[in-house]
């Protein structure tokens, strides 16, 4: 694993410690017990995860546009990402 890959994960690694911490330590600001989603349903949690992680990305990268401009952004960065440093899955073939 070279030098920039190692940042990524690095990276990925901290803002998951971020997102677990927000779910279990009742001590923190923003914590949310997802103990108390309706039903069990935390649809409205991951929602406004993804909705919360877009607004950042786009103003990290200053780009105009919607969440779906933000999610081609993402899978182009992700593709990116395969391509130099893992393996990308054609599919399936028919049997």
Known sequence: MNEKQEKI????????SAIEDMLTNEESDFY??????ENGDITPF????CIAHLTVL?????????????????????VQYLMNY????????DE
Request: hydrophobic residues 35%; positive net charge.
């Open 9 to 16: 994960f690095q990276y990925a690694a901290n803002v998951q």
């Open 32 to 37: 949310v017990n997802l103990n108390e989603a």
């Open 46 to 49: 991951i929602t406004g995860m």
């Open 58 to 78: 786009q103003k990290l990268c200053r780009f105009k546009g919607n969440y779906l401009d933000g999610i081609h952004m993402e899978n182009r960065l992700i």
């Open 86 to 93: 893992g393996k990308v899955d054609e599919g399936k073939k």
